[in-house]
């Protein structure tokens, strides 16, 4: 694993926080990589017609959603969010054969879409989503992050300070986060606690050889994989690379402060 330093040379533990998507896109899996530990937020509210629950793919008649059926229960934590039927699958796995069987790649991953898709039946959402993520990282996209549970504290609170609670629990040095986090997230509560902030930047990735154009980068990352097989990771990481107000220099943790929550 990739040690993380400062300017001074000291090491930096980076972690991420990050609700489980359902097979996300590739900067999904580029924040992924750019920490240490990496951990999946899902004991908070449940966003239905979300990234939770569906994504976009490449056809010849344009963008197309699949959708993993939930039901109309808002008032769940993700976590807790049940599968309603199991139809779904094989039409997935059928979407996607359609989709992609001409692109260079599909055969490579064949085996992997049909233990998803046709050998076990999902109940639950996260354990789906997490199942692919941790498979699509670890194993095609060679990232080597460890991937842990926010359920495994019981951080109490709500927004930025849960979060700063939670990011405090696993001792970081460096919080990354998407861009649209700056509209909540407290930087300076996470300054004052010694923790830096850096927003990811999405621009720039390169672009692949992609069947049915214009070439669209908000698609699941299996097009990626599809079209560019072991070459994947490559396009994963932008020109344009993270960001933020203080992570370029170490913050300094105050002696009074504790990196635990209370």
Known sequence: MKAWRDKIGQVMKRLAVLQSNYIPWKGYFDIIQRVETFVFYDDVQYTK??????????????????????GGNLG????DVEITDSHWQKKHFR?????YSKSPFFETYREFLE?????????NLSELNQYMIQRIATEFLGITTEFRNASEFQVTGSGSERLLKLVSNYQADVYVSGPAAKDYLDEQEFNSAGIAVEYMNYDGY?????????FCHEVSILDLLFHVGPDAPKYITPSCTSHNSNAQQRVLKPESTSRRSA
């Open 95 to 99: 979407t996607l054969q359609q989709s």
């Open 115 to 123: 233990a998803v898709y046709l050998d076990q039946c999902w109940e």
């Open 76 to 79: 769940r934590r993700i976590c």
């Open 206 to 214: 390169p672009k692949y050889p992609q069947l049915h154009p214009p």
């Open 49 to 70: 017609n979300d990234w939770r629950n569906r994504n976009r793919i490449k056809t010849s008649n344009g963008l197309n959603w699949l959708t993993v059926p939930t």
